[in-house]
């Protein structure tokens, strides 16, 4: 009995014309696909950002089983996952979709601790329907294990023919959600080790000037007009904590991948009308004009009411406190292909080179501060909500030209997809 002792050549491409056994074939696409997979792994693994370690993951899962589709679904609470991640035709209209667990295939997966293999999903009660978007023909859904718990799941699919997945596909696709699921906690753990440093810092010095005036309330010189005085300090230092709190826990659920948006059709208007509202008073200290620029007819566009208020209204008090005494802020709203919103202002502008830390968390121009305070989160906060519409945020500044913050949202592509984010 003569006993091949495989070879490195053995697994190379065969020479045209050539054929190798079977056994061989098998071999060299497991092989290749676990190179993948490991290159995957190490891709993963070298990355903290939230948004772009999701991509990595859909996108390799859709890339190894050779499918049309993949996607993320994070657990949110104890009733429902969202579609935290997808690659595919409809990944505009599923980004930030709530599924209930009681009601969905990825729930059954959650609630039974197993995985789901569907050759053709015909009519199965499980699968969760979005409007107007089309059932998958075929799809393979598998638990996101951290030791014991199940923090998602991560779906496989196929969109136009049905296909049997092979024990190979399960198992690359399990393998991928396991390392997934620690690289997701991970770069949880990174998020939360980073903040934690942070928000001490940004904390510190008011909670110093609440304890100082405090202490002084109780002193017994203190004469009867300071205590009101004190008594504001104190109020108006703990409404930053407060504010500062707020920040955080937003941009962290933001960045954790577990935010559900609002789909609706966007009254952009009343928007922009009800940010001006709020910053007029400050801009009436400054003498800083605000003039709006809109088309007379506006696309639908749909989105979160709320979180674009939040970016309107960030942009709007930023060209407030930055645009200088007696400025004028233009804000323009332009139509073509998508929807671009301008928050722009003639101050002093922008040099290049700080540009770049603009969206970065708790980043602060130099010398910003003397102008006005915060915790550096607000842009940051707006381009997480921009990019979680499927939209892009930028600025345009040069210095002693003014600046101009612009945001895109995408245009509805037909009337029913105001259907499709109603949930």
Known sequence: MVIHQWQPNDLQAPPEGSTKPPEVAALLQRTLRLEQLLALSRQLNATREMGALLSHIVEGARDLLGLEAASILL?????????????????????????????????????????????????????????????????????????????????????????????????????????????????????????????????????????????????????????????????????????????????????????????????????????????????????????????????????????????????????????GKGATITIQVVVDDQLRVAVANDGPGIPLEQQGLLFQKFSRLPGSQQKAGGSGLGLSIARRIVEAHNGRIWVESAPGEGCAFWFTLPIAAAPEDEEAFKR
């Open 75 to 323: 657990v949110i609470d104890a009733d429902s996952l969202s579609f935290s991640a997808f690659c595919g035709p409809t990944a505009a209209k599923l980004s930030g979709v709530a599924v209930p667990i009681e009601k969905s295939l990825s729930g059954w997966v959650v609630r039974n601790r197993k995985k789901v293999v569907l050759a053709d999903t015909g009519n199965d009660p499980r699968l969760f329907s979005v409007s107007d978007i089309e059932r998958p023909r075929s799809i393979v859904a598998v638990p996101m294990f951290f030791g014991e718990e199940i923090i998602g799941v991560l779906e496989g699919m196929t969109l136009t023919t049905s296909t049997d997945f092979c024990p190979e596909d399960i198992e690359i696709l399990e393998i991928l959600a396991g390392i997934a699921a620690v690289a997701v906690q991970n770069a949880r753990l990174f998020q939360q080790s980073d903040w934690v440093a942070h928000i001490v810092h940004e904390i510190r010095t008011p909670l110093t000037s609440i304890m100082a005036y405090a202490d002084m309330l109780n002193h017994p010189q203190i004469k009867p007009g300071m205590t009101q005085e004190f008594s504001r300090i104190i109020q108006q230092q703990a409404q930053e904590v407060s504010a500062l709190v707020n920040q955080f826990l937003d941009l962290a659920q933001l960045e954790s991948g577990r935010v559900t948006l609002e789909r609706q059709t966007l009254n952009l208007p009343a928007l922009i009308a009800h940010a001006i509202e709020v910053v007029h008073p400050h801009a009436l200290a400054q003498a800083i004009a605000i003039q709006v620029k809109t088309p007379p007819t506006l696309p639908v566009v749909l989105g979160d009411p709320q979180r674009i208020a939040q970016v309107v209204l960030n942009l709007l008090t930023n060209a407030v406190k930055y645009g």
